[in-house]
């Protein structure tokens, strides 16, 4: 038969938030307080507690930092996918006498409105444009052309 030592009692003072995230955490779990205190203690006081806490942290910048990648990736393509609408537009919309710019300017307004219905359409279905695109697309053609 093993002997089993007896444990050493504590005080301890918690604030009452504490205690009542104790209290309820025990519940949850239908242990002692005094066990999940026990464990709490020896988690904080085990030499691997940093390890953890680094594995978790380290854990955490990997997936910001996929996201900022994929943001600038994606900020990449909408500067590009800018600036060759804006010189395919500079190319191909010649300047037009006064009273024809007056009639465009107020055609403009009715076809920028249909454009906001559209993109507005399309971003609440999908799919979008950056999954579309590959993500080696620029890998694959050696750069973009201009």
Same mark, same amino acid.
């Given at each position: ?51 953890? #806490?680094? @594995? +978790?942290? =380290? $854990?955490?910048?990997?997936?910001? &930092? ?6 600038? /990736? ?26 024809? #710019?007056? @009639? +465009?300017? =107020? $055609?403009?307004?009715?076809?920028? &409105? ?6 507005? /359409? ?25």
């Amino acid at each position: 038969m093993a002997i089993r030592k007896k444990k050493a009692q504590i005080s301890v003072y918690l604030d009452p938030e504490v205690m009542t995230m104790l209290a309820d955490y025990a519940a949850r779990r239908n242990q002692s307080q005094s066990l999940v205190a026990e464990a709490a203690i020896a988690s904080f006081l085990s030499p691997d507690a940093a390890d953890r #806490a680094e @594995a +978790a942290l =380290a $854990k955490r910048l990997d997936q910001i &930092d996929r996201r900022m990648m994929r943001m600038d /990736r994606d900020v990449g393509i909408a500067v590009e996918t800018l600036a060759v609408f804006i010189r395919f537009w500079l190319a191909t919309t010649p300047t037009l006498p006064e009273p024809a #710019a007056q @009639a +465009a300017r =107020a $055609k403009a307004g009715e076809r920028y &409105d249909a454009f906001v219905t559209a993109l507005g /359409r399309r971003l609440a279905k999908g799919p979008n444009l950056r999954q579309e695109i590959p993500e080696d697309v620029s890998s694959s053609t050696g750069g973009t052309e201009r």
